[in-house]
């Protein structure tokens, strides 16, 4: 019999029922604190810590390379792992940290009320004075301009010049994530829409009310964290949040037992750009192409010069020819072993990658990112211990069938035709 690891073409390993989660529902997987912040191309807990009990042990590390927001951290540390999240956007970096600190209610609480009053009273009364004084410390680059309207941005440059003065750096941290949320809502960004479009008619909101109403929603979202983590906990021995390249890994060698990470995809549009509001107003970016170029599987990037260590990886990028694509393409595919080789340095011999990443097209051509992976992974001393064909049971996502030709249609209410993207979870050992 062919066990799941064996099958050349991926996508005949029959999918398991028990990874699509398919019973839970927005409120299980945005418990404690994993629904404060909307982050693209996040996985659901459940996923992450049924891998964690899988493949490790308390007290064990476990590492997440591509942490963006935090999914991993949180899970390893609410089963009792030690747990290493690193990523190349600041955003991300500042948002996990703060889901995963157990800050005092009260703390909390008491800095909510003094911040809210002060900015009521600035806001109204003192405005063009508060406003000077914001301009004077706070320097935000031109391109905010492009997405903010000049009455909306002298608001939030007020709320956010206020917040930077609070002096305990975890609660500052907080309302920053609060401020970070606000964003979108407050600029012109088609709201619908996760891709950079404006839209020149959208109705203003207030910035301040927007706040107050987001800071109560993730204040209580921090309380229902601090019930499975104390504040008490010098949470410093436990978790290490770190602004890092996958490739450079922040970690020493053979320390991890466990790497649990989806990675970034390449795609048609730049994923960077999703998280340029906040990056412009704490200073993050300058320049959008140099800030594009950090990111695994932008059209920015250097052209790697490392061989792919997979004929699958070769095959594809001659397929897309001469397209600019296919150079795109290979890059990231050279990125990802880079971070793969990395991922071997800092595992313990015996140790698991758990890797979650679908296959896409483009151009017409199949990017079959699992089976290159493997290969990839094969050919640097990892042996497959598993793979996992799932269902991303998304509410968002669910698409039907058109029971005549098999094509895709538009969402119906029949629940028999209701087709779901799958994606793959490879579980590579370390020889
Ligand atoms: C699919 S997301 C991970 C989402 C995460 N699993 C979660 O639940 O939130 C991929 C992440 O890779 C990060 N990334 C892209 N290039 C990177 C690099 N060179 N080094 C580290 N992280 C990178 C992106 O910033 C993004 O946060």
Known sequence: MKTDNHFKNLAEIPLKREWSFSDKTIKHTAYITHGIYTYPAKFIPQLAAKIILEHSKENDIVLDPFMGSGTTVIEAMVNNRMAIG??????????????????????????????????????????QKEIEMAQHHIKLPDRVDY?????IKNRLIVILHNILKIEHIDVKDFFL?????????????????????????????????????????ILKKINDFNRIIPPQTDI????????????????????????????????????????????LWFGFLEELSTFR?????????????????????ENIVFELGNHKKSREVENYFA????????????????GKAAIVIGNTKLKGVEILNAEVFKEQFENIGFKTHDIIHREIHSKMLPSTRDPKNGKFTKVSNDKKSLVYPTEYILIMEKE
């Open 86 to 127: 690193t990523d190349i956007n600041e955003i991300a970096v500042l948002l996990a940290k703060v889901k995963s600190t157990p800050i005092d209610y009260n703390l909390l609480v008491d800095g909510y009320s003094n911040l809210i009053s002060d900015l009521q009273y600035k806001l109204n009364i003192g405005f």
């Open 147 to 151: 997405w903010f309207k000049p009455l």
């Open 177 to 217: 994530i609060v401020f970070a949320q606000i964003l979108k809502s407050c600029s012109i960004w088609l709201q619908k829409s996760v891709k950079p479009i404006r839209d020149l008619n959208k109705k203003e909101i207030d910035p301040l009310d927007k706040f107050e109403w987001q800071a109560k929603r």
């Open 236 to 279: 410093e021995k436990y978790r290490i949040v770190k602004n890092s390249d996958a490739r450079y890994l922040f970690c020493g060698n053979e320390k991890a037992m466990l790497i649990v990470t989806s990675p970034p995809y390449v795609t048609s549009y730049e994923y960077a750009d999703l998280h340029q509001l906040p990056s």
């Open 293 to 313: 170029k950090k990111f695994i599987g932008s059209s920015f990037r250097e052209r790697s010069k490392i061989e792919l260590k997979s004929k699958m990886a």
């Open 335 to 350: 990125d990802m072993l880079e971070s793969f080789i990395e991922m071997k340095r800092v595992l313990k011999k015996g």
